[in-house]
């Protein structure tokens, strides 16, 4: 079977994979038991990702919860690369297999209510407008969205936004943590596009397998865009997630609506961010000009420009 994978997240103790078949139908492979890192890795020691096709030995398999889409891998048979997909033919399968319609003809009912009318467990919608994603660091990094299709926003059974345990994002979130030096970032829409350099956002979810509280909760299982946004996934910073860490990502009350005006939270991030751009900016013209001086056996320079004297460095 020739699958174009879509999703490769974070799980309970391992990863999970996704993606769609020829004819654009949902796959989730599996084997017997969690899917470890070491299983989602080719003989070259290159990792399955996002937006290639490979092919798989696969057979249909029992559904688990509203799981239907699983297909339990053929562990004798290896998986092989066969392609990495180009702008226009993800943006075309995207836009093929996005059900924006679904929600838009659904108003009131949330998107895991959704699901399981359907009785399904994956579904890509597209494009949507990102109203904010909240980005933070402990153990482990998290990364939540706010989505919406028009006015409808998508949120989870708690009325909330949804947890990303795409690998790829999360590596994304972590590194531009550590850029700008803080634990916790707030971004809206524009500051992500801006961030990813991209124009428009398709996004994977999917329902866990595993009842928590009485149900099975929605999770962004891949951030997908066009162009395609670069950024090398972290696999070897790997952490498994813990039970009940992602069980408080997904299913905790709502919080009690913040004080402080949101906008005025949206606007110090924001400066934040463009703060520290230019702090670094600042550090890496400072260095250059410090070489200069040492390649000129220069050991102070005054120069004066705009009001600013820059003296010894």
């Excluded at 490979?54 to 004798?76: H, M, P, R, T, W």
């Excluded at 690369?81 to 226009?88: H, I, P, Q, V």
């Excluded at 209510?113 to 660091?137: A, C, F, Q, Y």
């Excluded at 979130?173 to 550590?178: F, G, V």
Aim: proline fraction near 3%; charge should be neutral; charged fraction near 30%.
């Amino acid at each position: 079977m020739e699958l174009t994978i879509l999703a490769v997240t974070k799980r309970e103790y391992g990863v999970c994979i996704a993606g769609v078949d020829e004819k654009l139908n949902w796959v989730r492979p599996i084997k017997n038991r969690i899917l470890v890192l070491n299983d989602i890795k080719l003989n070259n020691r290159i990792y399955l990702s996002n937006s290639c096709a490979y092919n798989f030995s696969v057979k249909k398999a029992g559904s688990k919860g509203y799981q239907i889409e699983n297909y339990l891998i053929d562990e004798k048979e290896p998986i092989s690369y066969l392609k990495r997909l180009g702008d226009a033919e993800r943006n075309k399968i995207f836009s093929t297999l996005s059900e924006n319609s679904l929600v838009t003809s659904n108003p009131d009912l949330d998107i895991c209510k959704l699901l399981k009318e359907k009785n399904r467990s994956l579904i890509l919608l597209g494009p949507v407008t990102i109203d904010s994603v909240e980005i933070s660091l402990d153990d482990n990094v998290h990364a939540r969205f706010d989505f919406s299709i028009g006015q409808i926003k998508i949120k989870n059974q708690s009325l909330r936004s949804l947890p990303c345990t795409d690998l790829k994002f999360l590596s994304f979130a972590k590194d531009l943590l550590d850029e700008q030096n803080t634990s916790y970032l707030r971004l809206n829409g524009q500051d992500l596009k801006d961030l990813l350099k991209v124009e428009k956002f398709f996004i994977a979810i999917g329902l866990t397998a595993e009842l928590y509280k009485g149900d099975y909760w929605p999770m962004v299982l891949g951030i997908h865009t066009i162009p395609e946004y670069t950024q090398k996934t972290n696999y070897d910073n790997f952490f498994p997630i813990e039970g009940e860490l992602i069980k408080k990502d997904i299913a905790i009350p709502s919080p009690k609506k913040d004080k402080l005006d949101q906008e005025l939270i949206d606007n110090y991030y924001r400066i934040k961010v463009e703060l520290n751009k230019l702090i670094k900016r600042e550090k890496e013209l400072k260095e250059r000009i410090k070489t200069e001086m040492i390649n000129n056996g220069i050991s102070k320079y005054n120069t004066e420009k705009n009001g600013y004297i820059l003296q010894e460095i």
